[in-house]
Nanobody
Framework: VQLQASGGGLVQTGGSLSLSCAAS????????MAWFRQTPGKEREFVAA????????YYADSVKGRFTISRDNAKNTIYLRMNGLKPEDTAVYYC???????????????????WGQGTLVTVSS
């Protein structure tokens, strides 16, 4: 499975962005899907994840209430809607697919098998 993330850009504090992650070469149906982010010199950080059937969603405390993760199986794509952006949200955002990821490791980068190339989100103050 290849993942292609897009939608990053420059936005002012309080603004919104929507990220997309399109999958090819396989289906995301039945996989746990997630977004992580990373800034220079820091470890990759969990942002949000979807359960296998998208019924359940999981968020980092730092983005809860501001970000929304969703999936469209027909388009083989997941999304991250980001509202109320803050300068500390500035990072490269990565999407990930985990066909075999178990719930207890849903926030762990190493639990995911496939990764997108990342898209840069910059929030200016």
């Amino acid at each position: 499975v290849q993942l292609q993330a897009s939608g990053g850009g420059l936005v002012q504090t309080g603004g919104s962005l929507s990220l997309s992650c399109a999958a090819s070469g396989g289906t995301i149906r039945g996989s746990r899907m997630a977004w992580f982010r990373q800034t220079p010199g820091k470890e990759r950080e969990f942002v949000a994840a979807l359960g296998r059937d998208s019924t359940n969603t999981y968020y980092a405390d730092s983005v809860k209430g501001r970000f929304t993760i969703s999936r469209d199986n027909a388009k083989n794509t997941i999304y991250l809607r980001m509202n109320g952006l803050k300068p500390e949200d500035t990072a490269v955002y990565y999407c990930a697919a985990g066909p075999r990821t178990i719930l207890s490791t849903i926030r762990v980068p190493g639990a995911y098998s496939y990764w997108g190339q990342g898209t840069l989100v910059t929030v200016s103050s």
